[in-house]
T-cell receptor
Framework: DTGVSQDPRHKITKRGQNVTFRCDPI?????LYWYRQTLGQGPEFLTYFQNEAQLEKSRLLSDRFSAERPKGSFSTLEIQRTEQGDSAMYLC??????????????FGPGTRLTVL | QQQVKQSPQSLIVQKGGISIINCAYE??????FPWYQQFPGKGPALLIA?????SEKKEGRFTISFNKSAKQFSLHIMDSQPGDSATYFC???????????FGTGTSLTVIP
């Protein structure tokens, strides 16, 4: 399977703990995106990378959220001092962006976070 | 502020019928409009997408109709099947900004 993969698929944690999620994009894709999806809502954009550069991070929900893509391949999303309101599905997507052409985003299966 | 408004919230259709989901947007800078299908516990999967230079795009049983002047676009599922039962999201983006703005989703149920 050469699609976007995410790990873990499910994470249960206690309030106040830190959590880290990993995303492996489709191998030739240069852009990687993180979204959050709460129940009954559409995905909400958080941040994205082009190669290793984080081009947009103003939409991260608070300074407790951070993301990295150190070598332009996989990415991690960390949430520090988790709160119950952080419980959601965290989705990763990737795309092959060019100046001209389609920029379809392909989504992974998501990581479902539950904060107790 | 919801950049993309989607309706209806839920839809029940008989097998073989036509399912229609509508979306509206305000930002005229949007230039890419995809539809995604999502099954429970899965990530969204691209279904079909359109750019504003065409008014309609068809792929199999799925058709997007696009009305640039009204800033509206819709998904038509012909000959709906029980396997189409899922949540459908419209989205919009602009190449300059790149992030996708999603609608709130439509839960489609196709009854046999």
């Amino acid at each position: 399977d050469t699609g976007v993969s995410q790990d873990p698929r499910h994470k249960i944690t206690k309030r106040g703990q830190n959590v880290t999620f990993r995303c492996d994009p489709i191998s030739e894709h240069n852009r990687l995106y993180w979204y959050r999806q709460t129940l009954g809502q559409g995905p909400e954009f958080l941040t994205y990378f082009q190669n290793e550069a984080q081009l947009e991070k103003s939409r991260l929900l608070s300074d407790r959220f951070s993301a990295e893509r150190p070598k332009g391949s996989f990415s991690t999303l960390e949430i520090q001092r988790t709160e119950q309101g952080d419980s959601a599905m965290y989705l990763c997507a990737s795309s092959f962006w060019r100046v001209i052409g389609e920029d379809t985003q392909y989504f992974g299966p998501g990581t479902r976070l539950t904060v107790l | 502020q919801q950049q993309v408004k989607q309706s209806p919230q839920s839809l029940i259709v008989q097998k073989g019928g036509i399912s229609i989901i509508n979306c509206a947007y305000e930002n005229t800078a949007f230039d890419y409009f995809p539809w995604y299908q999502q099954f429970p516990g899965k990530g969204p999967a691209l279904l079909i997408a359109i750019r504003p230079d065409v008014s309609e795009k068809k792929e199999g049983r799925f058709t997007i109709s696009f009305n640039k002047s009204a800033k509206q676009f819709s998904l038509h599922i012909m000959d709906s099947q029980p396997g189409d039962s899922a949540t459908y999201f419209c989205a919009a983006s602009m190449r300059a900004g790149n992030q996708f703005y999603f609608g709130t989703g439509t839960s489609l149920t196709v009854i046999p």
